[in-house]
């Protein structure tokens, strides 16, 4: 049996910058979520991610209401969360930054599938959903999304946002098996 390790430090009363820091600790992979429809088209990076149920297939987006993309998901009722390959980290800075929606799109090839949200061609998963359901938490929306079809690339490296800096999935397997 593992002995019990003291922790570090315990935090009570949990400021905005102790939950800042400790989500840091929570590697997740990076996503760029895209929308289209009669509201335009929009995207940003998201590594809030999660599934929510196989049963129907549907999976969560935490989307900030204060993003300047926050109407035009909320009109389109759609989405597609385009999850990136490890070479795709300045696609992640371009969706995650101040740029305009022409520079987010231009460096990438996109196409469409059932929704007619722009699914990103070298993604390692895009998963095309309809926004079914939003609940307003603290300063973000959780968009349920039922997923209405998956394209999977055969293999490759998932892009990773762990301590407040990029890795890859591979670079963390290694990491741990030395
Ligand atoms: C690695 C990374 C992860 C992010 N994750 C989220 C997220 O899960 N939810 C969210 O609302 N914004 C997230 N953001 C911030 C948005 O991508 C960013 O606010 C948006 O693209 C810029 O918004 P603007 O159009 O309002 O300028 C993330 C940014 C980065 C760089």
């Excluded at 469409?112 to 973000?140: K, Q, W």
Aim: charged share 15%.
């Amino acid at each position: 049996m593992l002995a019990a390790q003291a922790p570090d430090s315990i935090t009570m009363e949990v400021s905005r910058e102790a939950f800042r820091n400790a989500m840091s600790v929570l590697a997740a992979a990076v996503n760029v979520v895209t929308t289209d429809g009669p509201a335009g088209r929009a995207g940003f990076t998201a590594t809030a991610v999660c599934s929510v149920s196989d049963e129907p297939p549907s999976l969560l987006v935490c989307l900030n209401r204060s993003a300047s993309v926050y109407e035009t998901f909320c009109a389109n009722g759609h989405l597609c969360v385009n999850t990136l390959t490890a070479d795709q980290q300045a696609l992640s800075n371009l969706f995650g930054g101040k740029t305009s929606m022409t520079e987010r799109f231009a460096t990438a090839d996109w196409s469409t599938e059932c929704t007619g949200a722009p699914l990103l061609d070298d993604a390692l998963i895009n998963f095309d959903c309809r926004i079914t359901n939003r609940v307003a938490v603290g300063s973000h929306d959780i968009l349920i999304c039922e997923i209405v079809s998956i394209r999977q690339r055969e293999c490759g490296d998932s892009l990773i946002y762990f301590q407040r800096s990029y890795c890859n999935a591979i670079q963390l397997m290694s990491a741990q098996h030395g």
